[in-house]
């Protein structure tokens, strides 16, 4: 007979047993009620799968596309997230720069594709030697990916900005919205505590 199998609370650290429960219900600690772990439904890699590859296009079309237009006086200027970025930079405005770049590029770009790349052995259920990095990875950068704020003061600028000149908001913006609901949306499909149970099933 196998022991029975211990978790601690990450927010109490109560040790205590796993249990069993129905599809897609959520377990809380018997303590102070933190969410442990949710058990998988089938198909729910799938689905975060296809989420995140919508979300890839979606990234890919807001850096691709002006996030807005600005006509003053008869000019028209459009920027995208980078043009933003280089033009902060121009105007010796480093860190502010950097800070654009990670939140509304490099972080969300590193969320996607690292999930992607966490939920493609078990898609094709076949282990690989860096899906415990990738994994690891992915919880540290979650918490780190705020495009939601980036898209804040994205429309707070454009509140600021609207009795100068007339502001249209661009493709890319649209496509910003809408991954700020499809990134969440792929993150609660899949539970990290059962990617690494299940990880020791893989071959």
Known sequence: MSAPTLIACHECDLLQREIAAAPGATVRCARCGARLYRVPVPG?????????????????????????????????????????????????????????????????????????????????????????????VVQAVGPWSMTEVFMLGVLVSLVKLAHMATIVPGVAMWAYFVMIFLLPAASTVIDTHSLWKRMEALA
């Open 44 to 136: 729910d890699i799938e689905r975060a799968i296809a989420l995140l590859l919508a979300a890839l296009v979606l990234f890919v079309i807001a850096n691709a596309f002006p996030i807005l237009s600005m006509e003053l006086q008869g000019t028209v200027t459009r920027a995208s997230v980078l043009d933003a970025v280089a033009a902060l930079w121009n105007e010796d405005m480093g860190l502010v720069a950097a800070l654009v770049l990670l939140t509304g590029f490099l972080l969300p770009l590193v969320q996607i594709v690292g999930m992607l790349a966490v939920l493609a052995p078990f898609h094709f259920r076949r282990r690989h030697r860096w899906l415990a990095p990738a994994l690891r």
